[in-house]
């Protein structure tokens, strides 16, 4: 897709209400791809779980892309982002049976969410040529013609899907090196998406406890999974989140900061989120079971995924080692397999404990290398 954008004058770009309404949509989408985690959380079943989630992703990030080049305080792209929303509402239903009788409805519903998003920037030049068109010429395709075939090739042929989606911002990495991307309301964008997820680790919390005795045990597992979602809360909301804005304003090319940082970086933070979300539900129930290594890799190793993101993101922003988080995620996927013989209760302290630790472990040194830096303005520390 080649094009300048529309702007919006000197003053900083913000989120709509119609986007924080259509975000509403992927509060349950995403409720409904942590129930699919729930029900199969073997290796087959985090292959399936991610295959429907990627194009529930991607709808999202088309929408918030087209509106953030874009000013969308207008009917028709009002009208148009609610459009999106209701065929993500589609998605969402055809979740739970999408790899049984719904997945046409899957299949369909996405097709209809990319051609809206391509009708919405049709007059853009060269938007046929690009991810958008991609969505609508490819991807669609696939996933509709998927959702006709049986199990096995209807695997496949979503999973070539969501790789085509993936892909297409590096496919088309040239034609988008002219697109101006408002730097406030993206990082401001993928936040409130983060958050959504991270919701879902509460809802994942609750609705374990709700019709549980809440003895003492109990309630000692609900506030060491409330410590955990918290933690991770603040890994992002607290350490990250400002460098995150701060890369894009200063990028040469804030094409390569959306493309590495938000649309490929937020969907690893997010999987890890719904994986501890899920993981949440296995053990705050019952706090002296004994997990099975499918509960605990999905608690350590969500938060595992979460933790080497964040070294990730910021070897893409500054070229630098996050050195803290690193050691944390190989010192949680370390210690995964002698938490299958513990009882739900000590999985999760232990847990908490970890996330605790690094936290204020990054506060000190990000406490420190505000004293070294000194002058105000220097760039935020992740």
Known sequence: MSTTGETEGPGEKRVTWAELYFDLVFVFAITQVSGLLHH???????????V???????????????ANIRDVENPRDRLGILLVGLAGLFMALAIPAAYGRRGLLLGAAYWLARVV???LLVRLPGVWSGPYGAGVLVSGPLLLAGGLLSDGPRLALWAAAALCDLAAPLVFRRRLATVTYHPAHMPERFALFLLVALGESIVGIGASAAGARLDAAELTAVAAAFTISAGLWWQYFVFAADAMRHAVEVADSRRDVVRRIFQYGHLALAAGVIGVAVGFEETVADPWQTLGAGSVALLYGGCGLYLLTFGYTRWMMFRQVS???IVA????????PAMVRLPALAVLVTLAGLLVLL???EHVRVVRAAADAGAAGAAPVE
């Open 329 to 336: 995620a190989v010192v949680v996927l370390g210690l995964l």
């Open 323 to 325: 050195t803290t988080r």
């Open 40 to 50: 199969q959380h073997d290796l087959t079943g985090l292959v399936r779980a991610l």
């Open 359 to 361: 936290n204020a472990v």
């Open 117 to 119: 998003l391509l009708l």
């Open 52 to 66: 429907v989630f990627v194009p529930v992703y991607w709808c999202w990030v088309g929408t918030t892309v087209q």
